[in-house]
């Protein structure tokens, strides 16, 4: 595998990441590319269902979904 060249700012983010959570840099890094790759299946995934959508159709749910997203209330118990 090639070696990766990394700047300063995100070395920067990812060591003080690492720091507060007691774990390694490469488990950092490790754990965001997969929560990435995670996320584009589910994207990939939405877009294929959307596909045999009519155009107003996908318009809709993509408005929901955003609206939802927006408007959502959070309650924690503490």
């Given amino acids: 595998m090639?070696?990766?060249?990394?700047?300063?700012?995100?070395?920067?983010?990812?060591?003080?990441?690492?720091?507060?959570?007691?774990?390694?840099?490469?488990?950092i890094l490790k754990q965001a590319i997969e929560d990435y790759v995670k996320k584009i299946k589910k994207h990939q995934a939405l877009l294929a269902f959307a596909g045999i959508l009519q155009e107003n159709e996908a318009d809709d749910l993509l408005a929901t979904i955003q609206q939802s997203r927006v408007n959502k209330t959070t309650e924690f118990d503490l």
Avoid: G, H, T, Y
Wanted: charged share 25%; hydrophobic share 45%.
């Fill in 2 to 27: 090639q070696a990766m060249m990394i700047d300063n700012e995100l070395s920067a983010a990812v060591n003080e990441i690492a720091r507060e959570l007691n774990i390694s840099q490469q488990d």
